[in-house]
């Protein structure tokens, strides 16, 4: 079992950055590929962009690509998004994914484990 906690969501302006982090526990970190999804209210939860167990590979939804950053430290066995120029579309409960193996763009059916949310807010 990997147990997945996010935190750092909150309310910012459009044009804004924030950085989420999602803490993992349970078995080895970096054999996993890890995932940040989101879901806006009323529509189904997507795809944001996805990190290989050793960063060596990285792949980003065409909606953030160029302003969001998909990172980790299997030291402290987390993993970062890093969200510039937010806009109010990105408002949406972002949640942290792990799986394997490392999908290029994987689908909900794809993840392992799933933690339970943090919701980022961008008001325009």
């Known amino acids: 079992q990997v147990q997945l906690v996010e935190s750092g969501g909150g309310l910012v302006q459009a044009g804004g950055s924030l950085r989420i982090s999602c803490a993992a526990s349970g078995r080895t970190f970096s054999d996993y590929a890890m995932a940040w999804f989101r879901q806006a209210p009323g529509k189904e939860r997507e795809f944001v962009a996805t990190?290989?167990?050793?960063?060596?590979?990285?792949y980003y939804a065409d909606s953030v690509k160029g302003r969001f950053t998909i990172s980790r430290d299997n030291a402290k066995n987390t993993v970062y998004l890093q969200m510039n120029s937010l806009k109010p579309e990105d408002t949406a409960v972002y949640y942290c994914?792990?799986?394997?193996?490392?999908?290029?763009?994987?689908?909900?059916?794809?993840?392992?484990?799933w933690g339970k949310g943090t919701l980022v807010t961008v008001s325009s």
């Open positions: 994914a792990a799986n394997s193996p490392f999908a290029r763009f994987p689908s909900r059916n794809d993840m392992d484990y």
């Open positions: 990190i290989s167990g050793r960063s060596r590979l990285t």
